[in-house]
């Protein structure tokens, strides 16, 4: 862990916590990961034999985040879909049939993974009180990712999964999923909340869950690639996959488990 890493760590988290606040700047941000993120699934599905129309994969990405932000999802969504599936298919047929059908199933997924799960992290934000709830996930997200990291490698012993991703271990991911439900809880329970505790405990365990899924998902994509960083984009933390992998699923349980809990 050197001086340099945490620090732009700790600057990306600045940066995107009081994007919080600022409704039109978070959905900027989201926007941007979106994006970068298409161009750095782009280059894993190359090196995994497959392909990515980018075109499509950074439009559709693009305009699922729009659609949240105006909150026009419940209209357009169904239309959009059938339109991703249109231009995966053309974009397809003009890039030639050498992997038709890989490229298809790529960019299609690519526009799901990196537009419609991040997606709800901005749908979260436009909620009555959206900004503490993505607060709320941000800080359990956080709390996963940074006791994971340092009791894994501080105490990590029993490989969590070593094919898929050499340096966890289940020690990190036991410390972390404990640590981040005793904090998301408490943040849950302030005024800025007021969620029963259950609610809390549920929300903060779910989140945890969803953002080590999230990390391993990304690390599965990789090692498909045969690469240890999805970019070099964020210096010492490797590409916007790498630092924002945890989100993609952690938004979209959050947002089922509100929309459970009558909050949506």
């Not at 620090?7 to 959905?27: D, M, R, T, Y």
């Not at 240890?228 to 952690?250: C, E, M, N, T």
Request: aromatic share 12%; net charge positive.
């Amino acid at each position: 862990m050197s001086a340099r890493r945490i620090a732009v760590g700790l600057l990306v988290a600045v940066v995107g916590i009081g994007s919080i606040f600022w409704a039109p700047a978070f959905g900027l941000l989201v926007l941007c990961i979106a994006i970068g993120g298409s161009f750095e699934f782009a280059q894993l599905a190359r090196r995994a034999g497959a392909d990515v129309s980018l075109p499509v994969a950074i439009g559709g990405s693009s305009v699922y985040v729009a659609l949240a932000f105006f909150q026009q999802m419940n209209r357009y969504e169904h239309g959009l879909i059938a339109l991703v599936a249109v231009a995966a298919v053309t974009f397809g047929l003009a890039q030639g049939l050498d992997h038709f059908g890989s490229r298809v199933g790529w960019t299609v997924f690519a526009v799901l993974y990196l537009g419609k799960l991040l997606s709800y992290m901005v749908v979260v934000r436009q909620l009555h009180n959206g900004a503490m709830f993505t607060l709320w996930i941000v800080v359990v997200v956080v709390v996963t990712d940074v006791v994971g990291m340092f009791v894994g490698l501080r105490y990590g012993r029993h490989k969590l999964w070593a094919q898929l991703s050499p340096s966890k271990t289940w020690e990190g991911a036991f410390a972390a999923f404990v640590a981040a439900c005793v904090v998301g809880v408490a943040f849950g329970l302030t005024s800025y909340i007021g969620a029963t505790w259950p609610f809390a405990l549920a929300f903060s365990a779910v989140i945890a869950f969803a953002a080590q899924v999230g990390d391993l998902t990304e690390s599965a994509f990789k090692r498909d690639a045969h690469v240890k960083d999805s970019g070099q984009l964020i210096a010492d933390h490797g590409g916007v996959l790498d630092r924002f992998d945890s989100y993609a699923l952690a938004g979209a349980a959050a947002y089922v488990l509100l929309l459970w809990a009558g909050r949506v």
